[in-house]
């Protein structure tokens, strides 16, 4: 597609379940990210792909939270055990790889709206 | 460590006057700073970058951005506001590191009247 693609756009759960949530990233582009929008800690970074290198988890706030990234291209979020403090919006951007700033623009996702009831 | 700040919740303007949406910076280095925009219900757009070169960046629709390293800003404007441009700010700066995140401002609602 012609941009990033998240699925799905909204997502309802019960405390205590999990989640899965995908991103489709622009092709070409080698460089994935997930950041978390809410409204206490704003726009935060999660995670970190690019190619085939381990990932930076830096940004994860807890051990139910996981990523993965298969092939390259697709990355799939998991919250384990949701809680309600998890209720956010999370999106997707990806970008070509590298420090080179003037390729290095992240594009984003519409996003996937989380609400744990 | 890298922060942004935009010290404005809200910017309300009447349509056809001009704008500012205001962000400031801390970084050790150079910075690289970016504008997005968010309409509801949507991911952010990037509008406008600066990396080297000129104080003046042009941007999407009709943005533009100064860049002030005496004063650590980089300010967005646009000369004439419509009500279109009602929607959320965002000024970011890209972490020096291997990964390039985005620190993020808290973001500005821009409220444009009729």
């Known amino acids: 597609g012609a941009g990033v693609s998240q699925s799905p756009s909204n997502k309802v759960t019960e405390k205590g379940k999990d989640v899965e949530l995908r991103c489709d990233p622009i092709?070409?582009?080698?460089?994935l990210y997930w950041y978390r929008q809410s409204l206490g800690q704003g726009l935060e970074f999660l995670i970190y792909f690019q190619g085939n290198s381990a990932p930076d988890k830096s940004g994860l706030p807890s051990d139910r939270f996981s990523a993965e990234r298969t092939g390259g291209s697709v990355s799939t979020l998991t919250i384990q055990r949701t809680q309600q403090e998890d209720s956010a919006v999370y999106l997707c951007?990806?970008?070509?790889?590298?420090?080179?700033?003037?390729?290095?623009?992240?594009?984003f996702g519409a996003g996937t709206r989380l609400s744990v009831l | 460590a890298q922060s942004v700040a935009q010290p404005e919740d809200q910017v309300n303007v009447a349509e056809g006057n001009p704008l500012t949406v205001k962000c400031t910076y801390s970084v050790s280095g150079n910075p690289y700073l970016f504008w997005y925009v968010q309409y509801p219900n949507r991911g952010l757009q990037f509008l406008l970058k600066y990396i080297t070169g000129d104080n003046l960046v042009k941007g999407s629709y009709g943005f533009e951005a100064e860049f002030n390293k005496s004063q650590t800003s980089f300010h967005l404007k646009k000369p004439s506001a419509l009500v279109s441009d009602s929607a959320l700010y965002f000024c970011?700066?890209?972490?020096?590191?291997?990964?390039?995140?985005?620190?993020f401002g808290q973001g500005t609602t821009l409220q444009v009247k009729p």
């Open positions: 970011a700066v890209r972490e020096w590191s291997n990964t390039g995140k985005l620190i």
């Open positions: 951007a990806s970008s070509y790889p590298g420090l080179t700033p003037t390729k290095n623009i992240q594009y």
């Open positions: 092709s070409g582009h080698t460089a």
